[in-house]
């Protein structure tokens, strides 16, 4: 039986391809997995222990049947041990634990939802788009990435060939918005009525410095957020306490782990 209970698996993998700048990865595991947009996985496939730790990857898509499941997994090459995840073929074997983390907080049906993806933060809050499109909620998108060639493919957007549905935006102006996707949310922001304000939740994961600036656009406007940190991890399970972020708690801050904790907050805990 499926389980939303963090567990170790070994997986085979069923395609690793690379489009753009990404990978995207598919893995047949023995049973369904289920899981909350915004949970992660902890993913090593490398002979030997080098490097070490395993690798945290975002949750992308997850289903199969009773007895046989399948997950996936969208990353980036950034060091080296994706480097080493994007060099594995079709058969090669994966340890995988799974799910992860605390995800996001879909509870409200009569919200208006606003999705926010920096770079590869995309693959965090695709799922909680597929989530929504389920329930059919109202969400619009707002990717960011510094040009056309880094944003994520329009096939892979839940929803995406709706109109008004998904507003990109680019640091050099190749594609939709000319600038940062946290000034493009600003605009918008300011151009709501207070109470269109008053039923919308930004959920957004990013570079730091994105989710500040866009949790203070809308914290300051009574705009709840949600935010996903990326922070560096080890263990995946709280041990460690290697990835750990200041959160406010009464006058006093305190420190919460973001893979045990998180790594989705409420964006008016986190001290920036």
């Given at each position: 039986?499926?389980?939303?209970?963090?567990?170790?698996?070994?997986?085979?993998?069923?395609?690793?391809?690379?489009?753009?700048?990404?990978?995207?990865?598919?893995?047949?595991?023995?049973?369904?997995?289920?899981?909350?947009?915004?949970?992660?996985?902890?993913?090593?496939?490398?002979?030997?222990?080098?490097?070490?730790?395993?690798?945290?990857?975002?949750?992308?898509?997850?289903?199969?049947?009773?007895?046989?499941?399948?997950?996936?997994?969208?990353?980036?090459?950034?060091?080296?041990?994706?480097?080493?995840?994007?060099?594995?073929?079709?058969?090669?074997?994966?340890?995988?634990?799974?799910?992860?983390?605390?995800?996001?907080e879909l509870g409200a049906a009569d919200r208006a939802w606003w999705l926010v993806g920096g770079g590869?933060?995309?693959?965090?809050?695709?799922?909680?788009?597929?989530?929504?499109?389920?329930?059919?909620?109202?969400?619009?998108?707002?990717?960011?990435?510094?040009?056309?060639?880094?944003?994520?493919?329009?096939?892979?957007?839940?929803?995406?060939?709706?109109?008004?549905?998904?507003?990109?935006?680019?640091?050099?102006?190749?594609?939709?918005?000319?600038?940062?996707?946290?000034?493009?949310?600003?605009?918008?922001?300011?151009?709501?009525?207070?109470?269109?304000?008053?039923?919308?939740?930004?959920?957004?994961?990013?570079?730091?410095?994105?989710?500040?600036?866009?949790?203070?656009?809308?914290?300051?406007?009574?705009?709840?957020?949600?935010?996903?940190?990326?922070?560096?991890?080890?263990?995946?399970?709280?041990?460690?306490?290697?990835?750990?972020?200041?959160?406010?708690?009464?006058?006093?801050?305190?420190?919460?782990?973001?893979?045990?904790?998180?790594?989705?907050?409420?964006?008016?805990?986190?001290?920036?």
């Amino acid at each position: 039986m499926p389980s939303k209970r963090p567990r170790f698996v070994g997986g085979k993998i069923l395609r690793n391809t690379g489009h753009g700048i990404f990978y995207r990865m598919e893995v047949a595991v023995p049973d369904r997995v289920e899981f909350v947009p915004g949970q992660f996985a902890m993913v090593s496939g490398w002979p030997g222990n080098d490097p070490l730790l395993p690798r945290p990857l975002a949750i992308f898509r997850a289903g199969g049947a009773r007895g046989t499941g399948t997950v996936e997994f969208v990353y980036k090459v950034v060091g080296r041990g994706t480097a080493l995840l994007s060099g594995l073929h079709e058969g090669d074997p994966l340890s995988i634990t799974l799910p992860l983390g605390h995800g996001f907080e879909l509870g409200a049906a009569d919200r208006a939802w606003w999705l926010v993806g920096g770079g590869v933060g995309f693959s965090t809050v695709f799922p909680a788009g597929a989530a929504l499109s389920e329930g059919r909620g109202d969400f619009e998108m707002f990717l960011g990435a510094r040009t056309r060639d880094q944003l994520p493919p329009r096939e892979w957007i839940p929803g995406g060939n709706l109109p008004g549905r998904v507003h990109l935006c680019t640091d050099d102006g190749t594609a939709g918005y000319f600038g940062p996707v946290g000034d493009a949310v600003r605009e918008r922001l300011d151009g709501l009525k207070a109470s269109e304000r008053g039923r919308l939740t930004i959920l957004a994961c990013g570079p730091r410095e994105m989710l500040r600036g866009i949790s203070e656009s809308a914290l300051a406007r009574d705009v709840p957020m949600q935010v996903s940190l990326e922070n560096h991890m080890a263990c995946g399970f709280g041990v460690c306490w290697g990835c750990v972020t200041a959160v406010r708690e009464g006058e006093k801050s305190a420190y919460r782990r973001v893979c045990k904790e998180g790594p989705v907050f409420d964006a008016r805990e986190i001290v920036w």
